[in-house]
């Protein structure tokens, strides 16, 4: 079984040249924490996750230390936090995107992205010859594949 037998397609693509405003607000509003982002020709760019996010709004003074990282003495309000979260708005989705994404092509064989997806990259783009966004694989993408397949068997037993 190959990549392009279980990747769903990417519904709504995140453009690196928008801001990251866009990209926030589809988290929000989908609920989702990955999504991969491609440049206006539809070439794949990397993905932009809430891990990403959150690191961006660690204030500056954490990010900078060195070693092991304790900071339970900061008190933050929502306030503070809207504010940094605010001050990415204005960024564009490239500026906060991960460009070292492993991808997949269609023709990989699907225990690759198995393994990915198994070393924590949740979501692995698959990807055309020319690095073209053509869809993505997750668990919840195996999830939907599986029960389509199951659906098949039954209906053909009937």
């Not at 979501?123 to 594949?145: R, Y």
């Amino acid at each position: 079984m190959d990549c392009k037998t279980v990747m769903g397609p990417v519904a709504v693509p995140l453009y690196a040249d928008d801001p990251a405003s866009t990209a926030i607000d589809f988290m929000r509003e989908k609920r989702t924490g990955l999504v991969p982002v491609v440049d206006r020709e539809g070439t794949f760019v990397g993905l932009l996750s809430g891990d990403r996010m959150m690191h961006f709004m660690i204030p500056r003074a954490i990010t900078m230390m060195r070693g092991k990282k304790h900071a339970s003495y900061l008190q933050e309000s929502p306030a503070e936090l809207q504010a940094r979260l605010d001050s990415l708005r204005g960024q564009t989705i490239g500026d906060l995107v991960d460009p070292d994404v492993k991808v997949a092509h269609e023709d990989t064989p699907f225990i690759d992205a198995m393994l990915l997806i198994s070393e924590k990259q949740f979501v692995v783009p698959v990807v055309d010859a020319d690095n073209k966004l053509v869809g993505a694989i997750s668990f919840f993408t195996l999830l939907h594949f599986l029960r389509v397949e199951q659906e098949k068997t039954v209906g053909d037993a009937s």
